[in-house]
């Protein structure tokens, strides 16, 4: 990876780790929303760097086209939830904050344990692997061998959208 490369990569994990926060602790629902909307993006950026293109397609038709979007329909449709703002958190931060450092003490021990021999014995296939695209195998075994549980999946996904509306529906 080359130093513009990581640069990039850099910035889109700051960038993420930022919007995220301020999707979590911004009062106003709107613009939590929209940073939602970024930190979606900034996933899709470090799976494309990953070498994951299937997942950043997916995260990005999944989660930027269409769960923000539905979110941002439902704050500009309900007044009352656009101009709502939330205020009470910062008593109930101690328990999401100590599990996080945590989780952040475990991550990094795990991360530092990791042998220096195994990442350099195997960087060059590894370097191989990730820039190679694996979308049309993805795509042929799903359109291929495993085309009936592909089509099953999809239609019990229609089959719970069609039960959710007819829960919701007016009575």
Known sequence: ?????????????VLTVLCALIATFHPNVLYGAIALLITFLGVAVMYVFAGADFLAGAQVIVYVGGVTILILFAIMLTQWLYQMKLRDVGTKLLAPILIG???????????????????????????????????????????????????????????????????????
């Open 1 to 13: 990876m080359t130093n513009g490369m990581k640069l990039v990569l850099f910035g889109a994990e």
């Open 101 to 171: 450092a945590g989780l952040f003490y475990v991550l990094a021990k795990a991360l530092l344990d990791i042998n220096p021999k195994f990442l350099s014995d195997n960087a060059e296939p590894a370097q191989k692997f990730l820039m190679t695209p694996k979308t049309a195998l993805l795509g042929e075994a799903l359109l291929g061998s495993y085309l009936l549980p592909f089509e099953a999946i999809t239609i019990l996904l229609l089959g719970a959208l069609v039960g959710a509306v007819w829960i919701a529906r007016p009575r």
